[in-house]
């Protein structure tokens, strides 16, 4: 499992679907991921000031779980078959004993960006579908939103959902 970070939310030019972009924390490969609007509306807002800031429908998540004696600790995408990814919200119970939750990956991931969880993808998606974040962001992931955004746009512009199988 790669650890990965958010480095953008946009919307796909064609299809106008949100699509979050991350990238490997410690590599140069990046994976588009088109989510459902509500869980891209979610992760538009960004984290949670506050554990009183329950806003958005997936804020009662955590504190649901934490009642429970567990607590969420990340999300993983884990399978991509036939274009579709799979994913997993990972919990620590009170034993501190892994337990998985298969959710859709929009909903693991707008979890994950709203609660500052980890985000990991398996190396095999990566491997298969992932792109040198230098060809999506040619000056580079960490440059101004703006320019991101306008090098983003133009890459998604040829790009369908297919092109990532």
Known sequence: MRPMRMIRLVVHAQSRQPVLVLGEVEGDRCLPVFLRPQQAEVIAVGPRAQAEDQGQAQDVLVPVVGALGARVVGAEITALVDGVYSADLVLRDAEAAEVRVSVRPSDALA?????????????????????????????????????????FREFLEDVTPDDFR
């Open 111 to 151: 979890v994950a960006v709203r609660e500052g969880l980890a985000i990991g993808v398996a190396d095999e998606i990566l491997d298969e579908v992932g792109q040198p974040t230098d060809d999506l962001f040619p000056d580079g992931a960490d440059a101004p939103p703006q320019k991101q955004l306008k090098d």
